[in-house]
């Protein structure tokens, strides 16, 4: 007997977000128990940038009491912590909302929070929501890999037009696209090639559109994998920009036992709304004052390398997560795209 087709965001949905779902089930961040790694989870560093981020939005936005930062998909709540664990000057007035829709880290990310950062307080100023909360509000909508877990659908280019795949018994299903799909391939790539495939992010344009709508002045801050031209990612081979990963290996194709794999997509920038600035996530941490943050540990490390004891020890692994932040062939070559609304 034959199952029924499902188009392919359909398909990803309920695989990484429907009861049985890779994030429902636990699926998370992390270095040794997790499946993926992220750039909170690789150093308290960037927290910290972050939090001198959130500082001069304050500032520019004159101060303003409550400053509610959004933390959109805020997984096990590690930015969130580290944030807090880096004393901003804005504190007094900062709202931090995590907002996750998977119960199971909401749940595990708001107990790590107030449990490290809040464990003296009766009150804190940390709440963990399934959806964004109702505005008008004035501050930062802040996420992190948080866009390219938004399934896109997938289009190929035919002889005749463009085709949109769908999943049917754990394989890839090819139909011929609708009209305004088929209107959106060929408006972001005109020439492409019989066979060419891209994404459509459709999900995440929505998500940022209610992102925007949402604040009366502030920030829309993102950092995620992608390139700002979909006509870039059209010219790889969809395995590249649609991947999976379970215990941070690459997982094969995501057409088979939904629920067991994160699966993700390399962002195409263009498709979003408005006209956010972009830049690599290496130049932003550095414009945030990520070398003065290590500038103790270099020092340290200089001194102590030829017979290092545990602090020097530990200054040289803070220069590797810096590194590891900022790498050109990593971390470093995320976009960082920044909305600014209201002024
Ligand atoms: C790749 S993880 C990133 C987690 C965390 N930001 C980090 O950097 O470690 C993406 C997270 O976004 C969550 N998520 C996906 N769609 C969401 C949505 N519409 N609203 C809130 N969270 C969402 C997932 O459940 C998952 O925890």
Request: charged share 25%.
């Amino acid at each position: 007997m034959h199952g029924p087709m499902t188009r392919f965001d359909r398909f990803a949905e309920e695989a990484l977000y429907g009861p049985k779902g890779f994030y429902t089930q636990g699926g998370n961040a992390g270095t040794e128990l997790g499946d993926f790694i992220t750039s909170p989870e690789t150093s308290t560093l960037f927290g910290a940038c972050v939090a001198v981020y959130l500082d001069r939005t304050w500032r520019d936005l004159q101060c303003p009491d409550p400053f509610v930062v959004v933390e959109a998909g805020s997984g096990r709540g590690t930015l969130c912590r580290d944030v807090f664990l880096s004393d901003p000057e804005c504190v007094t007035a900062l709202r931090y909302v995590m907002v996750e829709r998977s119960q199971l880290q909401r749940d595990a990310a708001f107990a790590v929070v107030t449990s490290s950062c809040f464990a003296e307080s009766n009150e804190v100023p940390v709440t963990a929501l399934k959806d964004l909360p109702a505005g008008p509000l004035t501050g930062v909508i802040v996420g992190n890999e948080l866009l390219d877990n938004l399934p896109p659908r997938v289009l190929r280019r035919t002889a005749t037009g463009w085709s949109e795949l769908y999943v049917k018994d754990g394989h890839e299903d090819w139909h011929p696209a609708p009209q305004e799909a088929h209107n959106m391939a060929t408006a972001l790539v005109p020439d492409a090639p019989q066979g060419t495939c891209l994404p459509l992010h459709l999900k995440s344009a929505v998500w940022v559109k209610r992102a925007l709508d949402l604040l009366d002045r502030g920030r829309v801050l993102l950092f995620d994998y992608g390139l700002e031209r979909t006509a870039d990612i059209a010219e790889r081979p969809m395995h590249e920009w649609l991947r999976t990963y379970r215990q941070h290996r690459r997982a094969g194709a995501p057409y088979a036992d939904a629920g067991s794999r994160d699966i993700t997509c390399d962002v195409a920038f263009d498709q979003l709304p408005g006209f956010p600035r972009i830049v690599l996530q290496r130049d932003w941490l550095l414009s945030q004052g990520l070398d003065g943050m290590t500038e103790w540990a270099r020092a340290k490390w200089r001194d102590s390398a030829r017979s290092p004891d545990s602090s020097a020890l530990a200054a040289r692994s803070i220069l590797n997560e810096a590194s590891a932040l900022a790498d050109p062939g990593g971390l470093g070559s995320f976009l960082v795209a920044e909305w600014q609304v209201g002024e």
